[in-house]
């Protein structure tokens, strides 16, 4: 557990009245109107909010994909913070090479950063065979279920060991089983490796069982409604979902989401 020295709350991300209005041909669509938060390092934040509010916005405007309209976006790092290097995304849909079996589309992250080829392939196996996977490795995406290729990207997010994480509604696909075993598992990554962590749900009970924090967001455009501190234990065990302090937390969010 030497992640928790890492886990200091100094602030890596600061997020200042971030705007983003998309021109499209029927007028102006704003999908971000004033969000402010910090993150911290080695934070694992969930975001939660209603379909269509600006969530995957958000995250792409973090990872550089897209460009904000408005407001501050900075992070704090040390060295040069490229977008390339330090950030694994894993988007709403799995993007992935359909002309490249599931292990080349796990390296592809290695191939652009050019990154020793040799040295990776063992750990893209060992990726695969963690999100339960071994023995597709040579299949194509086509081949896979919804659920399996999503996993897979999972794996290219994680394989050049970012020191940010953004996951877009990574589990959806997967049926309630898996998911339960996927969350745990990211648990463990994060804590492993110290990473820090923004993931999307729809799932209330998924948002808190997962976060440090849980950030509410309002409809479209949003803003941020509120940002609740969960406060249970670490590491989290599925015991704890019966747990008075978990649904109270779940009740509260879900109250906030409610609110118009
Ligand atoms: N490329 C685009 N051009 C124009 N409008 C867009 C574009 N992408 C998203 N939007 C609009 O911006 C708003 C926010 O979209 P976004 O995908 O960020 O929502 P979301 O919170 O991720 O939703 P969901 O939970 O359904 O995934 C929506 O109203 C959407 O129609
Ligand atoms: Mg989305």
């Known amino acids: 557990m030497m992640a928790f020295s890492m886990n200091s709350r100094s602030p890596f991300i600061n997020i200042r009245n971030l705007r983003k209005i998309y021109p499209t041909k029927g007028g102006e669509v704003c999908a971000l109107q004033d969000v402010t938060f910090d993150v911290f ?4 934040i969930t975001l939660v909010g209603p379909s269509g509010c600006g969530k995957t916005t958000l995250l792409k405007i973090i990872s550089g994909l897209l460009t904000k309209t408005d407001g501050e976006l900075l992070f704090s790092t040390k060295g040069d913070f490229d977008p390339t290097r330090d950030v694994g995304m894993v988007f709403q849909r799995p993007v992935l090479l359909k002309w490249r079996s599931i292990v080349e589309n796990v390296l592809l992250p290695v191939e652009i950063l050019r990154l020793d080829r040799q ?3 063992s750990k893209a196996m060992e990726l695969l065979q963690l999100v339960g996977l071994e023995g597709f490795e040579k299949s194509y995406p086509n081949e896979l279920s919804g659920g399996m290729q999503q996993r ?26 898996t ?3 996927m969350n745990l598992e990211i648990l463990h990554i994060w804590q492993e490796t110290g990473k820090t962590v923004l993931f999307v749900t ?15 967001l309002s409809a479209r455009p949003a803003r941020m409604v509120a940002a609740i501190d969960v ?3 670490r590491p989290r065990t599925m015991e704890m979902k019966a747990e008075k302090e978990f649904g109270r937390l779940c009740l509260e969010i879900y109250r906030l989401l409610e609110e118009k």
């Open 41 to 44: 390092r080695g934070e694992f």
């Open 119 to 121: 040295r990776y392939y």
């Open 152 to 177: 897979a990207s999972i794996s290219r997010a994680l394989i050049h060991n970012p020191q940010l994480l953004l996951m877009d509604e990574p589990f959806g696909a997967l049926d309630a089983l």
């Open 179 to 181: 998911r339960e075993k």
């Open 202 to 216: 729809h799932g209330i009970q998924e948002a808190v069982f997962l976060a440090d924090r849980v950030i509410v």
């Open 231 to 233: 406060n249970l234990p």
